[in-house]
């Protein structure tokens, strides 16, 4: 019915590998062309692309995944120093609600995702019962014409 998909962790390979790639083309971006602080002031934050992408398109674990990696891309090795004035909860929320609404939103949209792949399943079950029905009464009248036929020559 589908197709076997290489896992790793049972993560889909092409979902990890797409992962890293957008994070990694909108990283070398950020470096290249902009001030490298990979988007702190930019709002819708662009790794927002790549949760909602892979979520969309694989399912939950996928999209878990992909949080997963935008948050280390976001702060790994850049993560800023707390301003003078300002509290040390302001400052982790701050930096940290992008990450937890990453993972929010990718839970949601994974959900959302499965939802659609099990009614599909559903649907591909249903319509191999409604062939294999449906070659079956083809057989039973095939027989019951040849026992008619078999029969009006008897007569």
Request: proline share 4%; aromatic share 10%; hydrophobic share 45%.
């Amino acid at each position: 019915m589908q197709p076997n998909h290489k896992k790793i962790l049972g993560l889909r390979v092409s979902a990890m590998i797409e992962t890293i790639l957008m994070l990694l083309v909108l990283t070398v971006i950020d470096v290249a062309l902009l001030d490298g602080n990979r988007f702190f002031d930019v709002n819708p934050h662009p790794y927002w692309i790549v949760v909602l992408l892979i979520g969309v398109q694989y399912g939950t674990n996928e999209a878990l995944f992909a949080a997963g990696m935008s948050t280390v891309f976001y702060l790994f090795g850049n993560m800023p120093e707390q301003p003078a004035g300002i509290e040390r909860y302001d400052f982790l929320y701050s930096v940290l609600i992008n990450p937890i609404l990453w993972f929010m939103v990718g839970w949601i949209i994974g959900e959302l995702r499965q939802r659609h792949i099990r009614e599909r399943n559903g649907l591909m079950r249903e319509l191999e019962e409604s062939s294999s029905r449906e070659e079956l009464i083809s057989d039973s009248y095939t027989f019951v014409k040849g026992r008619k036929e078999a029969l009006e020559i008897q007569v």
